[in-house]
């Protein structure tokens, strides 16, 4: 299994523009997340998605923000605008879980992140 | 309200020595899990241990142990025989639902 592909692996853009991260989960995962990672703030859940549904969005910072699962083995996180605060590394983790509320033992399964910079 | 803290920033060790992570949580949960995770500079994360709440036991794996305290609410990683690709930020996480929640993290530099 190739496990959790995140891309682009870098972006660079302007403060302004659109930016769309992607995340291919593993094939029978049934749970996603989007984390964002930064310095200050550390690691933070930002969406949790299971079988393709927002469960929990309560993370994602502003309406800027907006996240989707179309289906099992894909996701986007945009941010339309982007500003300058929103540099960070964002991370995509999957698992399966066969109660949507209760992970507890099972550790997700991370891709490689997406380290966006906004310039 | 779940908080998980590493009051360490940055630690450091040589090589084939012994090295202690410290982290302490706090949840009302009475059932929850406690993880350990790596991220070299590659950032991938590396999940390294878990320990369930309600095993006393604490959990092993290789050169990587835990000292869990459940009533002091304190969840330590040792790592045995330092090596120098040890050298990355742990994290320390709590789950009692779906959602981990990571502390800021310890940075480990192992030196020759």
């Known amino acids: 299994d190739a496990g959790v592909i995140q891309s682009p692996r870098h972006e660079v853009t302007e403060m302004g523009q659109e930016v769309t991260l992607r995340c291919k989960p593993i094939?029978?995962?049934?749970?996603l997340f989007w984390y964002r990672q930064t310095m200050m703030r550390g690691l933070e859940l930002l969406i949790y998605f299971n079988n393709n549904v927002p469960i929990d969005d309560s993370g994602m910072p502003e309406d800027r923000f907006s996240a989707k699962m179309p289906n099992a083995s894909f996701s986007t996180l945009k941010i339309q605008p982007s500003e300058p605060r929103d540099s960070a590394v964002y991370f995509c983790a999957s698992m399966y879980l066969p109660d949507p509320l209760l992970a507890l033992n099972y550790g997700y399964t991370f891709g490689s992140g997406t380290r966006l910079t906004v310039v | 309200a779940q908080t998980v803290t590493q009051s360490q920033p940055e630690m450091s060790v040589q090589e084939a020595e012994t090295v202690t992570l410290s982290c302490t949580y706090d949840t009302s949960e009475s059932d929850y899990y406690l993880f350990w995770y790596k991220q070299p500079p590659s950032r991938q994360m590396i999940l390294v241990i878990r320990q369930e709440a309600y095993k006393q036991q604490n959990a092993t794996e290789n050169r990587f142990s835990v000292n869990f305290q459940k009533a002091a609410k304190s969840f330590s990683l040792k790592i045995s025989d330092s090596q120098l690709g040890d050298a990355a930020m742990y994290f320390c996480?709590?789950?009692?639902?779906?959602?981990?929640?990571f502390g800021k993290g310890t940075s480990l530099l192992v030196t020759p």
């Open positions: 094939s029978g995962h049934n749970s």
């Open positions: 996480a709590l789950n009692s639902g779906y959602a981990l929640n």
